[in-house]
């Protein structure tokens, strides 16, 4: 069964999920993507700290 990344998914473990996600993530300013807050901050909450569109977001993020 296909794992999807919702707003909770850790940010690492959405780069594991979709090869595509760093260029996706970079796209909405998210550009730390290997950095330690990376290992603990969820979708949602970096999508708030950088006022993404979170549906359009995991819409992407899930298109793969």
């Not at 595509?20 to 300013?29: E, F, Q, V």
């Not at 993507?33 to 979708?43: D, F, K, P, S, W």
């Not at 949602?44 to 993404?52: D, K, Q």
């Amino acid at each position: 069964m296909e794992r999807k990344i919702t707003e909770n998914t850790i940010i690492t473990e959405a780069l594991e999920l979709n090869p595509n996600a760093p260029a996706i993530l970079m796209s909405y300013g998210m550009h730390c993507l290997g950095c330690a807050i990376a290992h603990g901050e969820t979708v949602g909450e970096a999508a708030a700290v950088h006022g993404a569109d979170l549906e359009k977001m995991l819409d992407e993020l899930n298109n793969f």
